[in-house]
């Protein structure tokens, strides 16, 4: 085993889904506690935030981004990594209307309570939450995640997260100074909770997140890749650390990961090198050293081939703004 496998095994633990998160953060949260009265649907347009949904009273119906409709009960969970259009509903039957259509009451910041729905006395209670990962949503690991992810009795499988969620509650309730960033942070642990519980009782995926996480030993190359997007990774390198060979470890990724360990690990280098051009403003010159290129020019050459820009033109655009979507501006 070369010193680079042997010393990233010797000083991390077998806790992979935590070393492939560890760098994935949520930032500004629109949090919103939603009461609607059958009959209702609303439908949200796609946007590059994720949003996360816990059915607290009576069911509804999710319309996923692929069209298909999804039953949601009371205690379930869903989070939608990549911010695809979807809509709520009372019933599939019901023509959704924007969520501008709702009444709502502006807390501080980006905190809202909604209503609305029809004259049923018959309501449904949910809590929504829209933000944004400190990774765009062309990163690897974002697309190794599907459209939906969705826990079943979420409440009871994870007994804290009712504890979570009426402390988001009272957040907005008491409208105190820095409950933007409480809020932020309780985000952060129920969108992890989120992916944790999806990732122990999906669905027998054998392809993507799920099969990466529930795999040790790709598990341990994918964690070693993300934390180390600089290193100078081969094949060779990898295969030693997930302990096989050139050959069957090229296969076992590809088959898992659905993409050559080459190809992957040249994505998660460049999107690293966009965040460095875009977000800290670095010179070409500087993220080509960093990544171990012998010239600006074939960096500029494999960077333009993975991710489509120039990284002149990355670096001159800067740092996207965030794309929080709060449903009263909609």
């Known amino acids: 085993m070369n010193d680079l496998s042997s010393k990233y095994v010797a000083s991390h633990s077998a806790d992979h889904l935590t070393e492939m998160l560890r760098g994935l953060r949520l930032d500004g949260v629109d949090y919103s506690r ?7 649907a609303i439908a ?6 994720a949003r996360f949904y816990f059915i607290a009273q ?8 692929t069209g298909d409709w ?9 989070l939608l990594p990549r911010g695809g259009a979807h809509v709520l509903a009372s019933a599939p039957a019901v023509t959704p209307s924007p969520p501008c259509d709702c009444a709502v009451k502006q807390h501080c910041g980006d905190i809202t309570e909604l209503e609305g729905g029809g004259s049923g006395s018959e309501h449904m209670l949910l809590f929504s939450g829209s933000m944004t990962f400190n990774v765009d949503a062309d990163h690897p690991l974002l697309r190794l995640m599907p459209d939906v992810m969705r826990m079943y009795d979420f409440a009871a ?22 409950a933007g960033g409480i809020l932020a942070r309780l985000a952060d642990v129920i969108a992890a909770t989120i992916i944790r519980g999806w990732v ?21 190359v994918l964690a070693a890749i993300h934390a180390h997007p600089e290193a100078d990774w081969t094949v060779e390198s990898l295969a030693e650390l997930m302990g096989a060979s050139r050959s069957g470890f090229a296969e076992r990724f590809a088959s898992v990961v659905g993409e050559t360990p080459a190809r992957y690990v040249a994505q998660v280098r460049m999107h690293q090198a966009r965040q460095w051009l875009a977000r800290d403003r670095m010179r070409i010159a500087v993220v080509a050293q960093r990544l ?15 991710t489509g820009s120039a990284p002149s033109q990355v ?4 740092a996207p703004p965030p794309a929080i979507f709060t449903a009263a501006a909609e």
């Open 315 to 318: 670096r001159a655009a800067g």
């Open 200 to 220: 122990e009782n999906g669905c027998g995926e054998d392809k993507g997140w799920i099969a990466a996480a529930r795999c040790p030993q790709i598990g341990r």
């Open 44 to 49: 949200f347009p796609p946007c590059r935030a």
């Open 34 to 40: 939603c009461q609607m009265a059958s009959p209702w």
């Open 70 to 78: 999804l039953e949601l009960r009371d205690g379930d969970a869903l």
């Open 292 to 306: 171990g290129y012998e010239s600006e020019a074939s960096f500029s050459r494999a960077f333009k081939r993975i």
């Open 157 to 178: 499988n994870e007994p804290g997260i009712p504890h979570l969620l009426e402390a988001m509650g009272r957040e907005v309730c008491m409208d105190r100074v820095g």
């Open 58 to 65: 009576r069911g509804c119906w999710l319309k996923m981004p």
